[in-house]
């Protein structure tokens, strides 16, 4: 795994934004798997902004995202398809039938999982895919636990999960219990893996990351038995390293 630290979240969003547009560039019809929440939203507004200043084109990319909330509807604020629609595809060229996110709300869950799994592959598979890192070590919304040979499942949330997610809910108990997401095995299928880890509350998950071993109890360890992984961290995440 290759480290490169920034001195502040600006920046670490700056630098992957850029490794992505000269990616695109080079692959105009990469297949790029996406993520949610607080960390990539920076990279986002970097991809954003450069598609309106230098006209990078995401006409022939589609993107797949890792994961969404059981039971909540697409149109929901809360959920991943409001929110990729809100922080990237409403602002850059992507035609929305190329933007693909799980079927929370299918009406067979263990099915969606399964065509989701194989749409990806009849797709060619991922080329470059965003990760962010749970306090707990997740990726995707693979908790502690979970088997490396995962393929896309249902996931019951780990209670710090909801809690730490709980800050875009009104409260608690509206968050989901459950989620499909990409397992370890299909993350780990990606040609090319960036992780973007953020802030002093994410140190330690670094640090167990960096120095610790490989073990199913802490999800992103499955990392280091991937071949072209770019981490990208800034100042407090490196804190502890
Ligand atoms: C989101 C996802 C999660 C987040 C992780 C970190 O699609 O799969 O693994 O990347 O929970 O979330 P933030 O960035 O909000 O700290």
Redesign the pocket.
Known sequence: MKLISTSNYEKLSQQAGEEIISRIKRNPTLNLGL??????TGLYQELIKDHKQHKTSYKEINTF???EYIGISKKDRNS?HYFMCEHLFEHIDIPLDQTHIPDGTAKDLDEECSRYEQFINEHGGIDLQI????QNG????NEPGTPFDSRTHIIDLAES?RK?NSRFFESLDDVPKQAI?MGIASIMDSKEIFLLVSGAS?AKALATLMNGDVREDFPASALKNHGNVTIFADKDATALL
């Open positions: 993520a949610t929440g607080s960390t990539p995202n890792l994961d991943y990760l962010g890192i749970g997740h990726i995707g919304f999960t730490a997401t994410k």
